[in-house]
């Protein structure tokens, strides 16, 4: 590590103008060998990567490389986001903030095998990314030094193309009206009206446009809480080895309708508020059918503390804790509610909305045989349900009688 | 209470079966003098609580008395379930449960000042309001004794209707196909599908139908939590001295566009699972507009103890915990919270549906002048966020440093 | 199970008088065929269980077994009572609470082996271990009938006394002044004074008298959260295959310094409040041991949710709640925390109290190589800090800059 | 604020070396007029305050001021520590951390009522304490500059002392063996075993030693939480206006007992672990002693949320952000729990050690006429205990049945 010669720089890259402008720098400027790597967590098409590795080659880097770590995502972190139904301040499926923290531990484990001395990211100074990153790079790896140059530098974006341009790299720069993030658990879009309290974004500026407005039947089918299988109109079930394309699948049925956009209002690492527009429509889909099935399946005392744990993952995720023995203690436990979390889920698309119609389950707890709400029944007597509310009165009856007004 | 001649039983009274059973069985068959009273949460127009009279006056009744405790239920239950966006399940605004509390809450305080030595419900012995009347009463008045005919007779329907009959009372008792219960804070609609676990209720088992299709601008104004205020399309906006008034106009204003209608699926105080439709226009916009205010107003930890705090208040207030003096010390802790949250909330409504635009406040904390989200600013710096990061890895460095694979 | 002449009943029998009055009742004036069960959860000794033997041998029963079930116990409750650091109310060890549920649990496996049709236990109705038995019964075997004689018939002593002699079982049942329960998690004592609110237990109350005052040191060896070993004095450091041996071990060593009383005031199921006095002088230290152990090895997080969650272990454990499947979940979580867990704990006895001295662990995350509390060190600067302190007053600095008085 | 001249600057002086260096230093090297402030948060002596006056005057200091904020520090932050019965990882009053955040907040309002420019502290990069002024005074006056020359500069105690002594100033500035902290709440030890992880503090590291060993009974008299009066021994006992009386009387009866010593290992705001050794007998007894009584006169879920609140408040406070305005709401909360807690608490002291004998209040839910713990009684029957369990269990009846093995 000691090895002065060792220059080399791993960089994560988008093949935007940011981390275009970093290759380009780090490169020339200070005569480092540019390892440029993208990270794909399901949100880069095929089309898209092509892309991103031509910009790569015009500009001054030793190697470009794609790493896939869709699966890897689902398996360490979307599959707990859907077991512990997690939606920030009850809104937000913490889209980028996840994929963010996988592509940051990529782009480490990459680092390490290659023996860099250097690690470079784009994120500016205001963000949430920045932490993210720093933070994985720092606990994982912190003996390779971090270099950030938009940070550092704070050029205008106009001093980056100049600068690039200069350099012969004349590619069309301009600014797309938002700023959109595209990964397997959803997209979020950011940028003008997101930057006022009262504004909402406008319906162009979501990635997908409606287009289907005839409802639509989905049927979700949930093995121990993973997504296994769909059905959907008059087509034949699928069954899905790996969740990662039922996923795929249901947002291609369900982005058509527009549903799943919402902005998000929520606190920032670095204590600003911060307001983004998503549109994740399997997510939303998904997590809503699922907790519907948990509300049939689970005690009472294992929703709440799902709610409690899931809140918190959530939470940890967003701001950059993943690295923290706790998340694996929950994932652990989150895990073990799933055991009888399976059956099927009803689901109505509609244009911008959905309707959970209902679920089957052979872990439905509303047993007929029991006794239904509201109906009466032979498990138990009116007398028993006196005797019931006659000792779980009992507390705060002696509070009242001893604390009379 | 020892005078043996009191005879009197103040018997909850809605007009319908049941309750009307037990009006005439209470009289007749065991000679009491029936104080019939039911008790107003918002949901009786005049014309229903003139039938209502209407059937009291047929049947075997000392006395028939209306109280109207709707300021009261907002002043005392309400106003909390706003300030902690309270939505059982997240889904459920406690419509039923907690009017049901303040029922019972008049009915005891009626019979204590009338001197009764009995009061009576007609609930049966399969669901939740069994619980909340008993322990209401057994609560505030543990020398009054607690009569129960229908839960303890277990009679059918029909048999119900023939006593009536017999005795001279030949309404038309059909039964309706649903189970509706209408309040200031929602309608809970039950029965046939909601007995199942897989259908979602038909359109027309809603009272509210939609008859609205243009979308409507809506402004709602806050002020320390209440809403205060209204302001819709291109009318003058209006001030209401009582929230209850607001929240009555923003019903009438939402409810043709069909918007707020759920079905919940809850764990009864009895143990087993329930499952029952609502719709409740105003309390939803008014909740998650309230709530997006906040996001925009408080802190992360006001946020975070308020939906613990507003979580825990909606589940005791469902099992009729109302009593327990938590609950006041959490009503407190809302209160305080709520110095800051005043402004306006924008929203849009459309057809099953509604869209939270933004928010204007004077409190907003995304502060244009501190610094936003994802631009960079004066306030601080890139390397005050490095330290930031170095700082706040620190434990899990040392973590990771200690514990190696 | 439809076989009527099934008249078989599993006692669950102590040798005492009330549950010696079941048997004799049961079989004779009920005319079934009684089968004596007496399940050890660690405080019998061979001895009592000898005499408990003899005792049953007088009645009228038709079998007498010893269930042995102190491994299953520690294994399947005490181990996650220490990995959670779980005291009720900051104070009490769960003795009683924990070891009955696992009583019932095992009344219950052998009465469904045995395929009775009845099962008795001898608990009166003002005590929370009705509940817990009943609750165990009706989960497990709902097509088991229960039958509560002393709950039911609700004797006094002397008629019970008067009850036995007149069969013929001339036993001495004069009343101990307190009620002992003695069990491997602790042993309570009941009576006389903590049926008061103000009185301590006296001195001679308690069965474990101060017979040491010369301090002892002993070393605690913590394998992933378990005890494995001890050393204490000059004596050869012990390791233990069993942590039952070296719980009762460490019991043997602390009990003589009178360690480990105290008296605990809680809610019971029932409603009212209950106090009760206790001695536990290897749970005590073993606790306190394991949570500073803790405090080294674990992270901020991971220490408070292991507290949120032991918390709840603890109070739905002593509220008979155990077959609730949030506790699996729980214990999942719990044991998933423990991988960091091992090392020694160095403790010092005294007459009447103990203290940790300090930890030795190779998980130990209060590294010199880091840096130390309260002294400089090379890992950051005092830049980092001002920089982290600058971040993390931003939340409050818009917060007071907004909302200035 | 812009006003050139202005070169003044507050230091928070505490006469020690680390302070005496930073008034000489601006002084002289930076040409600012020092304003040296000690605040007083109950730990400092007439005679000690008198020496640190002494020592400012020997430095080149324009101005020395002693502010008095106990009362204050008792109003704003030790009621709440008493009512939420807070202890840090159960062990830790947090002494030092709640004072040293009023020392800084008394601090900032001396620095604006006197409009210097700069305000400067001696604390060093490495621990809790620095985060806390710098916390306080950014988000209190964000135009004041802070200073920290100990911080900045790292220079070692040799250099400070000889930069004093080449000033003329000859002060004997032997390092003592540990660093003590005083305030009203705790007296923190810090130094040489607490650098360790295995070694405890000596005897003779303790401010006050073992001076009495007969046995002593106190009476502690709360009202509504806060303690009121005193009874000991013989004596006729005392009522005290002011609390803080009452807390220094108890003090000067138990610290002759060597009550309250422990070990506290924690986790610093810098994210390493940290250890330190504090004697605080009065904090421990009243908080055990007012626990007692809350056990009594409140319900269970009272208590559980006091428990969580408190914990919350004693972290925050802990971490330095006493300013988040969830800490006032958490106040409130508190505060409004305290109505019944109203009595007396028994107590008797032992060389190192004390016990809760009982309580007596008003308020006792505990009580005679309702029936108590283990004995029969007429407010309820064994068949409604019956009922009761009955219902109790068919959550988890259905889910055992629902799931079979």
Redesign the interface.
Known sequence: MTDTSNNKVVLAFSGGLDTSYCAQYLAQEKGMEVYAVAVNTGGFSDEELKQIAQRAEQLNVVDFKVLDCTNQYYEECVKYLIFGNILR??TYPLSVSAERMFQALAVANYTQELGAKYVAHGS????ND??RF??AF???M?EVEII?PI??L?LSREAEIDYLKANGIHDDWEKAAY?INQGLWGTSV?GKET??????LPEEAYPSQLQQTEPLQVTLVFAQGELKGLQWGNEAAQTYHNPVDAINQLNKLAAPYAIGRD?H????I???????GFEAAAPLIIIKGH??LE??T????????K???GN?YGM?LHEG?Y????M???E??LA??QT?VSGQV?V?L?P??F?????????????AK????????R?????????????????????????KV
Chains 1, 2, 3, 4 share one sequence.
């Open positions: 301040n009850q500016t100074g205001a963000g920045q932490v720093d933070l720092q606990i994982i912190p950030t940070r550092d704070q700023s950011g930057l006022t309290s009262h504004q909402p902005v209002v929520g606190d920032t670095i204590g600003i508020k911060g307001r983004v907790h519907t509300k049939h689970l005690t009472k005392w294992q929703q709440y503390w709610e409690q744990l918190w940890l804790q690295l923290d023995p706790v694996r203690n929950i652990h436990f073990d509610t009888t009803f109505q509609h911008y909305r309707e959970i119609a209902g679920i089957a389950s052979d872990h439905d707890l509303m047993q029991f006794g239904h709400y509201g109906e009466m029944n498990e138990w007597s009116g007398d028993d349900v006196k005797g019931f509310t006659k000792i779980l009165g009992n507390a705060h009856k002696i509070y009242h009688s001893v604390n």
